[in-house]
C-alpha cells in the first residue's frame, strides 16, 4: 500500500518540486526530499491523507515557504567570525580555538554526520554533486541531512556552553 501511494505520487511530487524550487533558490532534489520525509513521517503516524495529491502540493507549498523563511534569515559569513578584527596573537589563538572545537564537536556527531559536516566545512569548497558523489549518497538527500546535522551540532555545542557556563 505505502509502496503504491508512493510510486504514484513521485511523477506529481517531482512536478510540483521542480516547479516550486526556484522561488526557493534551492535544489528540486532537497525540495523533494523534505517533502517525502514529511509523507513518511505522516504514514508512520497517521496514515495516508485522504486526498493524496492534494496533501502533496500543499506540503509542497509549506516546504517550500519554510525554505524561503530559512534562507531570508540565514546569511553565510564572509570569513570567519574571529577572524574578522584578528590583529594580535590572542585573537588567532581565540580563532584556533573555536576551530578546534568545533572539529571536536564534528566528530562527536551521530552517524553519517561527521563525514558530511567536514566535505560541507572543507576549504575546497565543494559542491553538492561534489560531495554526494564522495559520500555515496544521493544529492537530494543532502539538504535534510545537512539540516538533521546541523541541528545536531547545535544541540551539542548548546549543551557544552550551558554546561561550561554553570561551572564557572
Do not use: F
Not at 516550486?20 to 497517521?46: M, N
Not at 571536536?104 to 553519517?112: F, I, M, Q, T
Amino acid at each position: 500500500m505505502k509502496h503504491d501511494l508512493l510510486a504514484a505520487l513521485h511523477p506529481l511530487l517531482a512536478a510540483e518540486a521542480s516547479a516550486e524550487a526556484h522561488a526557493t533558490g534551492t535544489e528540486p532534489g532537497d525540495l523533494e526530499q523534505a517533502v517525502w520525509l514529511r509523507l513518511l513521517e505522516r504514514l508512520d503516524s497517521d496514515g495516508p491523507p485522504l486526498d493524496p495529491p492534494g496533501w502533496l502540493r500543499r506540503a509542497v507549498r509549506a516546504e517550500s515557504r519554510r525554505t524561503r523563511r530559512t534562507h531570508r534569515v540565514e546569511r553565510p559569513y564572509d570569513t570567519e567570525p574571529a577572524e574578522v578584527n584578528a590583529l594580535g596573537p590572542e585573537d588567532l589563538a581565540l580563532a584556533a580555538a573555536r576551530r578546534r572545537a568545533l572539529r571536536e564537536a564534528v566528530r562527536r556527531l551521530p552517524g553519517r554526520c561527521p563525514r558530511l559536516m567536514v566535505a560541507l566545512l572543507s576549504p575546497r569548497d565543494l559542491t553538492y554533486r561534489e560531495i554526494a558523489g564522495e559520500l555515496g549518497i544521493s544529492q537530494g538527500s543532502l539538504g535534510p541531512e545537512r539540516s538533521r546535522c546541523l541541528g545536531c551540532l547545535r544541540r551539542l555545542l548548546a549543551s557544552e556552553v550551558a554546561a561550561g557556563d554553570a561551572r564557572g
